[in-house]
């Protein structure tokens, strides 16, 4: 079973930046996983923001193409995602997803308030 806990998440001023974290446990073979990061604004649905394969490729949603950054470290189990140049349309509780065997799991996410 794998558990994911997410961190990071703080109230932000427009243009700021924030670093969320997602550690992995129960598992002794992130390496291997593909990860990703989702969100989901008050009202709105989860959406996709980013993802990394284990061979360390990344795609990003249009929406945070240019601003955000998703890496990993296997060493740690971790993966992260750097946010620049925050807008409060980012404002949304961010959570880390990965699959394994066709079951979907989910950290409990961690909130992200970009306002002045």
């Known amino acids: 079973q794998v558990q994911l806990v997410e961190s990071g998440g703080d109230l932000v001023q427009p243009g700021g930046s924030l670093r969320l974290s997602c550690a992995a446990s129960g598992t002794n073979i992130f390496s291997m996983y593909n990860m990703g990061w989702y969100r989901q604004a008050p009202g709105k649905e989860r959406e996709w923001v980013a993802d990394i394969t284990r061979d360390g490729n990344a795609n990003y949603a249009d929406s945070v193409k240019g601003r955000f950054t998703i890496s990993r470290d296997n060493s740690k189990n971790t993966v992260h995602l750097q946010m620049n140049s925050l807008k409060p349309e980012d404002t949304a509780v961010y959570y880390c997803?990965?699959?394994?065997?066709?079951?979907?799991?989910w950290g409990k996410g961690t909130l992200v308030t970009v306002s002045s």
């Open positions: 997803n990965t699959v394994r065997l066709a079951v979907n799991y």
